[in-house]
C-alpha cells in the first residue's frame, strides 16, 4: 500500500523558518519525482515546488522562489523523502502543505501526480 506522510509543520512567527518533510512508502520511489503543494480553506489547491527523482530538475512558484527550497534526501539511498525548507516565512503562506509524488515531473508541475499526502498545517502568525 502507497503511502506518503508528510511531517514538520506548525507555527511559527513571520520572518521564521520551517523545514517539511516527506516521505513516500509501499514501492519504489527512487525515479519518482515529488513536489510540494499548499491549500487555503476555500481556496484551489496551489502548486510549490517540484524536484524531479535525478535532482536535475528543480521548479518552485514565483510565490515562494528565493525563500523556499525543495530538496531531496542524498543520504537516502531509497530517494523516497523530499523536504521542502521554508525561509523568511509570511502570514500569506498560512495552508495546509501537501506532498506528492508521480512518475511524471511535468505531472507534479502541472497538479496532477498519482500519490498524494493527507498534509501538514503550517500557520505564520504576524
Known amino acids: 500500500q502507497v503511502q506518503v506522510v508528510e511531517s514538520g509543520g506548525g507555527l511559527v512567527q513571520a520572518g521564521g523558518s520551517l523545514r517539511l518533510s516527506c516521505t513516500a512508502s509501499g514501492r519504489d520511489f527512487s525515479m519518482y519525482a515529488m513536489g510540494w503543494f499548499r491549500q487555503v480553506s476555500g481556496k484551489e489547491r496551489e502548486f510549490v515546488a517540484a524536484?524531479?527523482?535525478?535532482?536535475?530538475?528543480?521548479?518552485?512558484?514565483d510565490s515562494v522562489k528565493d525563500r523556499f527550497i525543495i530538496s531531496r534526501d542524498s543520504r537516502d539511498s531509497a530517494k523516497n523523502t523530499v523536504y521542502l525548507q521554508m525561509d523568511s516565512l509570511k502570514p500569506e503562506d498560512t495552508a495546509v502543505y501537501y506532498c506528492?509524488?508521480?512518475?511524471?515531473?511535468?505531472?507534479?508541475?502541472?497538479?496532477?501526480?498519482?500519490?498524494w499526502g493527507q498534509g501538514t498545517p503550517v500557520t505564520v502568525s504576524s
Open positions: 524536484i524531479s527523482w535525478s535532482e536535475d530538475r528543480r521548479y518552485h512558484a
Open positions: 506528492a509524488a508521480d512518475v511524471r515531473y511535468e505531472a507534479i508541475v502541472r497538479g496532477h501526480p498519482d500519490y
